[in-house]
């Protein structure tokens, strides 16, 4: 039989000093953050591209400047839109089905490994999408192949990058860490909008290959020093979640040593049983799983949207009277995900002071409807309105979808009914963050079709998916309000009798 134990990563031997005997838990707690964030910010740059170039691709806008906008057949005819829609599509779709299996791989091999695989096949495909413009491509199935395969390696990065982080923390401040560290979508999502934007006056290539190289770089860092969990360098961490450092003396680092090559064989009945990985069925039956996946099915369709169509929308409506070039347009949608930077990081701060994650996505949700409203109304009175609203919505919009993702995939893959059994972690991971993907797809291929009757028509179409988003969390939601005020009454309880 095959071990599961991932092999340590090569840096450690080029660096020994990083090994356990010369660092703590804590440096290695915050050295596995940062590279995951960096990993995951890298995935996210590199699906940017597809949205900053749309109004380059697509069909022409009348402006009062000078610009030349021919298009790039087959998008720039009078249904171009209609096949940037279907182009996203092809994307998410294998990215939605690629997540389910991922998961499920993801929770029997190395994921340091898995991790790499998916990066280094997202970076060659990002940079193979960008040769059509150098060889002259004007075929629609030569773009669609290309995305359907690159979705099927993004959707790797996902279930490993939230399963290796599980692994480093306990469940205390998850909402908190988890806020601040899944930022890393909106930062990925900056970073790809700036570097695209910047090179995009070169030729739309250039906005695909420069994200390419990145993501393969930082795919380097991670095959060098990611370590997947802290057995693997001698630390435990308790069952309650709270986290202990091993006493490194010599007889520790010998048996570490001796653990890298003899831990399979060690392995007790009952130590196996805990990493055994869960079944499909049997996750999507846990508690939890299946109302916040479909709260994130419409959550996903709603940022996906704004991901994907957000830059084509500004370059298409003009603000104070003046329609902004494609650069512009490309750096001024950042706003939007720089709000949600915010909106991660605030709810899962939020969720961690009340103990309630689906009380604060219903209340980030509901929120995010009027915002939306205000957005499409008075987001074109000026630049300063167009910033303010967009910086809200991005915050009301992403806040959820990042809990969502991250804090409450990792409480359900670790919940106490199945025992500690962290390898399941990756497989609910897989199970949200894929059930939002099917949404995630579906909304950018809409916003192609519905755009054609108008904008508003789209906007509307955004906040029936955040209402029912809502609607989904609503059981999960009474649950947490009955026991907040439960605990609330044995307080005063308590302090009564005292």
């Given at each position: 039989m095959r071990s599961n134990t991932p092999s340590l990563a090569p840096g450690f031997t080029l660096f020994p000093s990083l090994k356990p005997l010369h660092t703590t838990l804590f440096f290695h707690q915050i050295f596995v953050l940062i590279l995951t964030f960096l990993a995951y910010a890298s995935f996210h740059?590199?699906?940017?591209?597809?949205?900053?170039?749309?109004?380059?691709?697509?069909?022409?806008?009348?402006?009062?400047?000078?610009?030349?906008?021919?298009?790039?057949?087959?998008?720039?005819?009078?249904?171009?839109?209609?096949?940037?829609?279907?182009?996203?599509?092809?994307?998410?779709?294998?990215?939605a089905i690629g997540m389910y299996f991922a998961g499920h791989v993801g929770d029997?091999?190395?994921l340091r490994l898995f991790l790499v695989f998916g990066m280094m096949g997202s970076g060659i495909l990002t940079i193979i999408f960008g040769?059509?413009?150098?060889?002259?491509?004007?075929?629609?199935?030569?773009?669609?192949?290309?995305?359907?395969?690159?979705?099927?390696?993004?959707?790797?990065?996902?279930?490993?990058?939230?399963s290796v982080v599980g692994n480093w923390f306990g469940k205390e401040k998850r909402g908190l860490i988890m806020g601040v560290w899944t930022s890393h979508t909106s930062v990925g999502n900056i970073i790809g909008s700036v570097v695209a934007s910047g090179v995009l006056e070169f030729g739309w290539g250039w906005s695909f290959l420069v994200p390419g190289i990145l993501i393969i770089v930082v795919g380097i860092l991670v095959f060098c020093f990611l370590v997947v969990s802290p057995d693997d360098l001698g630390f435990e961490m308790m069952a309650s979640g709270k986290?202990?450092?091993?006493?490194?003396g010599e007889e520790n680092v010998a048996n570490l040593e001796k653990a890298e090559s003899e831990e399979a064989g060690l392995l007790e009945n009952k130590d196996s049983d805990s990493l055994a990985a869960i079944g499909f069925l049997e996750a999507w039956r846990l508690p939890g799983v299946a109302p916040f996946s479909?709260?994130?099915?419409?959550?996903?369709?709603?940022?996906y949207t704004f991901l994907y169509w957000l830059p084509f929308y500004i370059r298409h409506?003009?603000?104070?009277?003046?329609?902004?070039?494609?650069?512009?347009?490309?750096?001024?949608?950042?706003?939007?995900?720089?709000?949600g930077v915010?909106?991660?990081?605030?709810a899962g701060f939020i969720s961690d002071v009340i103990d309630a994650r689906a009380v604060t996505s219903v209340t980030f949700l509901l929120l995010s409807i009027p915002a939306l409203i205000l957005y499409r109304i008075y987001g074109s009175v000026s630049m300063v309105t167009n910033i303010g609203l967009m910086f809200i919505s991005g915050l009301l919009v992403n806040g959820p979808y990042s809990l969502i993702t991250t804090a409450v995939a990792a409480d359900l893959g670790t919940q106490d009914l199945i025992k500690g059994n962290s390898r399941a972690l990756a497989t609910v991971t897989a199970i949200i963050d894929g059930t939002g993907s099917v949404g995630a797809a579906l909304g950018p291929l809409l916003a192609g079709y519905v755009s054609t009757r108008g904008w508003n028509s789209v906007f509307l179409m955004l906040i029936f998916a955040i209402f029912f988003a809502s609607i989904f969390l609503v059981c999960v939601a009474k649950t947490e309000i009955g026991r907040m005020v439960s605990e609330e009454k044995e307080l005063g309880s308590s302090v009564t009798a005292r």
């Open positions: 740059a590199s699906r940017k591209p597809p949205s900053i170039v749309k109004s380059v691709l697509g069909p022409t806008v009348q402006t009062n400047s000078t610009s030349n906008d021919t298009g790039w057949a087959p998008f720039n005819g009078p249904e171009g839109t209609h096949r940037l829609g279907e182009l996203d599509l092809a994307f998410l779709t294998s990215y029997r091999i190395d040769f059509g413009y150098w060889f002259d491509v004007h075929l629609l199935g030569y773009f669609i192949g290309v995305k359907v395969i690159c979705g099927v390696f993004q959707s790797i990065g996902w279930p490993c990058v939230v986290e202990i450092e091993m006493s490194l479909f709260c994130l099915f419409f959550s996903k369709l709603v940022a409506t003009a603000i104070a009277g003046v329609h902004l070039s494609h650069k512009t347009a490309g750096i001024l949608s950042t706003i939007f995900d720089i709000g915010l909106g991660g990081v605030l």
